[in-house]
């Protein structure tokens, strides 16, 4: 199965939590683990691996 390139979004920057870009075939989103999902460390600076969005682009295809 070839999957269109244009249906995959390109110009969102990944952030070091991601697996891989919003609208990737067999990725979604989860809560970030580094900071469960508030976006903030514990020193109230915005959280580097989602980038302060407290989630993150996960794989969940299986195989």
């Given amino acids: ?4 390139t244009d249906t ?3 110009d969102t ?3 070091p939590g991601d ?5 990737t075939p067999g ?3 989860d809560i970030c683990a580094a900071c469960s999902g508030k976006g903030k ?3 109230g600076s ?3 691996e989602c980038g302060g969005s407290g989630r ?3 794989g969940i295809g299986g195989g």
């Fill in 56 to 58: 993150v682009m996960r």
């Fill in 19 to 23: 697996d891989a870009r919003p609208g």
């Fill in 13 to 15: 920057p990944l952030n």
């Fill in 1 to 4: 199965m070839t999957i269109p």
């Fill in 27 to 29: 990725a979604g989103e």
């Fill in 8 to 10: 995959i979004a390109t």
């Fill in 46 to 48: 915005a959280c580097p």
């Fill in 41 to 43: 460390l514990g020193d």
